[in-house]
T-cell receptor
């Protein structure tokens, strides 16, 4: 009964390819996120959706396109992969409390992307 | 033992000792702070949070201290256990900042038997 599950866990691909990472949460949360963690463990938010609406869109190349078909799913598609895209990508979810951010994010186990 | 986390430093402590992990934040508007623990190969896990109207908050074996004057946050772990070995991150946000958490650089805690 994984709360936040993302697939695939590992992804190795060539530069220039297009790839997707999928995320699903079964916690009934209304907000989902994508974070990127680099080789130095630095975690940075990329996107956030609240009830399928994009609410955070950080300075991310437009090769990255999130898509939320419903509030339990948030997928990440990456076009024209570059070496610098190699990282661990984490999906997370949270539940706002009467519109108030709680700060308690539930993270998936990460998807390690390696671009060769 | 103590550490100041700016470049993923490592804090080594003996099992049973208390650990203190420090975090400096830069945004004076930040009013909500959270500590996360990340074990190897896993995603970060929420430990404890504190809002700026408090100086101290306690959980089970953990205490978070907030000093808004010097923009400093610390996480104290009592009687450190091998299972506490992980990377610890502080994160901050502010009212009106939406759901955007800004994470610190992390501190690696190693518990020696």
């Amino acid at each position: 009964d994984t709360a936040v599950s993302q697939t695939p866990k590992y992804l190795v691909t060539q530069m220039g390819n297009d790839k997707s990472i999928k995320c699903e949460q079964n916690l009934g949360h209304d907000t989902m996120y994508w974070y990127k963690q680099d080789s130095k463990k630095f975690l940075k938010i990329m996107f956030s959706y609240n009830n399928k609406e994009l609410i955070i869109n950080e300075t991310v190349p437009n090769r990255f396109s999130p898509k939320s078909p419903d509030k339990a799913h948030l997928n990440l598609h990456i076009n024209s992969l570059e070496l610098g895209d190699s990282a661990v990508y984490f999906c997370a979810s949270s539940q706002t409390d009467r519109g108030r951010f709680t700060g308690e994010l539930f993270f998936g186990e990460g998807s390690r992307l390696t671009v060769l | 033992g103590e550490s100041v986390g700016l470049h993923l430093p490592t804090l080594s402590v003996q099992e049973g000792d208390n650990s203190i992990i420090n975090c400096a934040y830069s945004n004076s508007a930040s009013d909500y702070f959270i500590w996360y623990k990340q074990e190897s190969g896993k995603g970060p896990q929420f430990i404890i949070d504190i809002r700026s109207n408090m100086d101290k908050r306690q959980g089970q074996r953990v205490t978070v201290l907030l000093n808004k004057t010097v923009k400093h946050l610390s996480l104290q772990i009592a009687a450190t256990q091998p299972g506490d070995s992980a990377v610890y991150f502080c994160a901050e946000t502010f009212t009106g900042g939406g759901n955007k958490l800004t994470f610190g650089t992390g501190t690696q805690l190693k518990v020696e038997l």
